[in-house]
């Protein structure tokens, strides 16, 4: 059970990881592909990565305190 608990976590620290790095901080994903944008919300693809970087953390965490309890 500890091991594939252990699988898991990697697995999901390594997307999470991903997900941290590809964010750009400021103007967006516009700004990574030469695009233009005024506005500071999160839209589409942004809006998903951020949405996702919050669930994947948290997923992250509750598979550690698991681990611990096991």
């Given at each position: 059970?500890?091991?594939?608990?252990?699988?898991?976590?990697?697995?999901?620290?390594?997307?999470?990881?991903?997900?941290?790095?590809?964010?750009?901080?400021?103007?967006?994903?516009?700004?990574?592909?030469?695009?233009?944008?005024?506005?500071?919300?999160?839209?589409?693809?942004?809006?998903?990565?951020?949405?996702?970087?919050?669930?994947?953390?948290?997923?992250?965490?509750?598979?550690?305190?698991?681990t611990?309890?096991?």
């Open positions: 059970m500890n091991e594939i608990l252990l699988v898991v976590q990697i697995i999901v620290a390594v997307f999470l990881s991903f997900l941290i790095l590809i964010q750009v901080k400021g103007t967006g994903f516009g700004r990574v592909w030469g695009g233009m944008s005024n506005s500071f919300s999160r839209r589409g693809l942004e809006g998903l990565v951020f949405k996702l970087t919050f669930i994947i953390a948290f997923l992250f965490l509750l598979i550690s305190t698991i611990i309890i096991v």
